[in-house]
């Protein structure tokens, strides 16, 4: 399916899995009069156990059929492990597209925190990327940050938002290293530094030793991706758009369910 070209060309969504539809829900607000088009690598989730060659072959190929057969606006990597990875070579192999990133919200965790402890909850994959360390150096030297790596949480999350049962022990063991006690400070700021894991912020607050601002980065994907999309007067939201795609082809019912509970069809 390819845009009319009466309407609006749509903004896309890409993901790993269904932790973009964080990023898509604060999108939408901010963009009414555009279609979405919410992808989903279902078929290579998760990213965290690639090789990086490997992965970043795939992701260009994917691209190179998306942007052929969707020609969209922009599209948004709600993927800090893709784009901390691959977004240099997105934007280098498609040059005429514009690409909006996730990366972790260091830097604005850094001017929030008050005891200058912060920690950065993400997969294995954007701990150990070279682009988060530099993110660390550049922005938040005065701080002690804490990098989180874990392997299990992004799959707990997809189970979590379809209404599958967690166990609270289960969570507590991937997040409890993101609290640090130092001179008698402790972390203030949790940076969630993969789009999954919003989903699970509640069971977070709830399970947190003590109380800390779980910081969610969706709002300030949406609000630039915005900024990079052209206001058309009278638009109307096309009936066409809003619909989801996922790299199996088969997505079982519960996602389905999700996915039409985003308004998308899939």
Known sequence: MTAPTNELKPV????????????????????PERGFIYVADDAGFPYGGWEEQALKDRIIGLFGKLLQ?????VCIIACNTAFTLVGADLRAA?????????????KPAAERTRSGLVSVLATP????RA?????????????????????????????????????????????DQCFVEKDGHKTDI???AC???PFMANL?????????????????????????????????????FDFAVFTSGNPDFATRRLMQGFGLRA
């Open 12 to 31: 896309l969504v890409f993901d790993s899995g269904i932790g973009g539809l964080t990023v898509l829900r604060e999108a939408r607000v901010l963009m």
């Open 69 to 73: 057969e969707h020609d969209p606006e």
């Open 94 to 106: 498609f040059p005429q597209m514009t690409f909006v990133g996730t990366v972790p919200a260091i």
């Open 125 to 128: 994959g954007t701990v150990k």
């Open 131 to 175: 682009y988060t360390r530099d993110l660390i150096q550049s922005f938040a030297q005065q701080c002690h940050v804490r990098l989180v790596g874990s392997e299990n949480l992004a799959r707990m999350a997809e189970a979590y938002i379809r209404g599958d049962t967690v166990s609270d022990e289960a969570v507590l063991a991937e997040i």
């Open 190 to 192: 949790v940076v969630l």
């Open 195 to 197: 789009t999954h894991y």
């Open 204 to 240: 977070f607050r709830r399970l947190a030793p003590w109380p800390v601002d779980w910081l969610d980065p969706a709002e300030a994907i949406a609000r630039r991706a915005r900024t990079l999309v052209p206001l058309v007067a009278d638009a109307v939201h096309p009936d066409s």
